[in-house]
């Protein structure tokens, strides 16, 4: 499951962020409301977690916006809010669901469950590269029929690769992936994960552009 994360407070948003990727998932950040909505329309998520008071545009105007696009108007979204009288505007706008800050985690992780159930516009399901087959919610990998469970890591690390599949993506790009923006990064985490996921499909499966990143080929 991928989460867009909405959240401008650095404290929150990189708990969020670190929350998230723990309990298995593909959480991406956005620290205010224009680039959260950039990058749901760059990409699929399977769900968005919305903070209302952003900097540059308001939760109100991203969720608008969203829902009045055809990409995205069927993303499922839950408005993370310090607001408590939300309930009717959060409906009017077309949110699925909405909490008020404190929260639980642990109930935040369980409505996100339940709203990924319903899908997004355009559901994740299987993704695909010759005889490889991922499929990020069972967080599992086939290869010609075989199957190999994966490790957090190597499943983000793999699904941002078959995402992006013929585009180099930087190592950095796979780091912003793998560490919340207040994380300590370790200096051969991609090179390892790599060398992982190569020894399980193929040394050949994922190539080295040297200088600029990885690359999975179709």
Request: charged residues 25%; hydrophobic residues 40%.
């Amino acid at each position: 499951m991928r989460v867009l994360i909405v959240e401008d407070d650095p404290m929150l948003g990189s708990a969020l962020n670190r929350g998230i990727g723990q309990a298995g998932y593909i959480p991406a950040l956005a620290t205010c409301g224009e680039a959260g909505l950039n990058m749901a329309r760059d990409k699929s998520y399977d769900v968005m977690i919305l903070d209302m008071n952003l900097p540059k545009m308001c939760g109100a105007e991203v969720l608008k916006t969203l829902r009045d696009e055809p990409n995205t108007q069927k993303m499922p979204i839950i408005i993370l809010t310090a607001m408590g009288a939300t309930s009717q505007k959060v409906k009017a706008l077309g949110a699925d669901d909405y909490m008020t800050k404190p929260f639980d985690f642990d109930e935040l992780l369980a409505r996100l469950r339940s709203l990924a159930r319903r899908g997004p516009t355009q559901p994740a399901g299987v993704l695909h590269c010759g005889d490889i087959k991922l499929d990020p919610d069972a967080k599992v990998v086939r290869k010609a029929g075989a199957v190999h469970v994966l490790t957090v890591k190597e499943l983000k690390v793999l699904t941002q690769l078959l995402e992006r599949k013929n585009k180099i993506v930087s190592k950095t790009q796979i780091e912003t992936q793998l560490y919340g923006p207040d994380e300590e990064i370790e200096s051969n985490t991609v090179e390892v994960t790599i060398y992982s996921l190569r020894k399980k499909l193929g040394k050949d499966f994922i190539q080295t552009v040297r200088g600029i990143g990885y690359l999975v080929k179709q």
